[in-house]
């Protein structure tokens, strides 16, 4: 079993900056895949990015360019810098783990696809 703990998460201003971290524990050697959804009041949940093993990343079409994931190596500590803010990124941010990413956007940020969830971190953006 893999445990998650995210952490980061704040209030800042419409074109601020947050970083988001997630601490993984347990099972590590278990898991290839790592990634950042999240979940606005109302909506589904929705893909932000995925990392894996090998340090192939994915990215959500609605924050490429503006939030970038990267993880130690031991996979330990996954984070998530996101930059150029907007309220329609604020949303509860969760930190999920696999074994494997695949290869295809479309299944690599599907949420059901994911064992491993953190309890998640809150994010607004304020105008």
């Known amino acids: 079993h893999v445990q998650l703990v995210e952490s980061g998460g704040g209030s800042v201003q419409t074109g601020g900056s947050l970083r988001l971290s997630c601490a993984a524990s347990g099972d590590i050697a278990s898991i290839g895949c790592m990634g950042w959804f999240r979940q606005a009041p109302g909506k589904a949940r929705e893909g932000v990015a995925a990392?894996?093993?090998?340090?192939?990343?994915w990215y959500g079409d609605s924050v490429k360019g503006r939030f970038t994931i990267f993880v130690d190596t031991g996979k330990t500590n996954l984070t998530l810098r996101m930059s150029g803010l907007d309220p329609d990124d604020s949303a509860m941010y969760y930190c999920a783990a696999r074994k494997y990413c695949g290869g295809e956007t479309s299944s690599v940020l599907v949420s059901s696809r994911y064992d491993y969830w953190g309890q998640g971190t809150q994010v607004t953006v304020s105008s």
């Open positions: 990392i894996d093993a090998y340090s192939r990343r």
